[in-house]
């Protein structure tokens, strides 16, 4: 049996649970898959040629276009191969939600910077758990020092 590469690849965007979003240089969304309308609730024809602003807070929106702006312009991104960013997100009824995601840069034939596709996946019920332990845990009365007892 041989391995069909490009089904293969065709079924996991299909079918993947996180969301797998590619956007050009100027930040238009071009690549929208089943996981991003799951996570975000834009379909497909919602999303194509939007601007990534659809899925970014208004007040982290200046940060993004800089450091888009930037990674586009020098091939070079702040975050290293792999490296997993968590920031917080909007879904299309504008709720916030967090989201873990890694980024992989494409170039053209020249090595020029042509856009960004990020996988991404929603982490907010891990994120509001660890903010409630954190708060318990500051809550927390002070055990005394040796040196107190």
């Given at each position: 049996?041989?391995?069909?590469?490009?089904?293969?690849?065709?079924?996991?965007?299909?079918?993947?649970?996180?969301?797998?979003?590619?956007?050009?240089?100027?930040?238009?969304?071009?690549?929208?898959?089943?996981?991003?309308?799951?996570?975000?609730?834009?379909?497909?024809?919602?999303?194509?040629?939007?601007?990534?602003?659809i899925?970014?807070?208004?007040?982290?929106r200046?940060?993004?276009?800089a450091?888009?702006?930037?990674?586009?312009?020098?091939?070079?991104?702040?975050?290293?191969?792999?490296?997993t960013?968590?920031?917080?997100?909007?879904?299309?009824?504008?709720?916030?939600?967090?989201?873990?995601?890694?980024?992989?840069?494409?170039?053209?034939?020249?090595?020029?910077?042509?856009?960004?596709?990020?996988?991404?996946?929603?982490?907010?019920?891990?994120?509001?758990?660890?903010?409630?332990?954190?708060?318990?845990?500051?809550?927390?009365?002070?055990?005394?020092?040796?040196?107190?007892?």
């Open positions: 049996m041989d391995f069909d590469k490009q089904a293969f690849a065709t079924a996991l965007l299909d079918t993947t649970p996180d969301a797998i979003i590619y956007a050009d240089a100027q930040g238009k969304i071009l690549l929208w898959n089943k996981g991003a309308e799951r996570i975000f609730g834009f379909t497909e024809d919602e999303a194509i040629s939007q601007p990534l602003d899925i970014i807070p208004e007040n982290l200046a940060r993004h276009h450091g888009h702006a930037k990674t586009m312009r020098t091939g070079e991104t702040r975050y290293g191969a792999g490296e960013l968590a920031v917080p997100a909007l879904r299309k009824d504008g709720s916030r939600i967090s989201v873990e995601f890694t980024i992989v840069l494409f170039r053209d034939a020249a090595g020029m910077m042509v856009g960004i596709a990020a996988t991404m996946r929603d982490v907010t019920a891990r994120f509001e758990e660890l903010r409630t332990l954190r708060r318990r845990v500051a809550a927390l009365p002070e055990a005394p020092t040796p040196a107190q007892t």
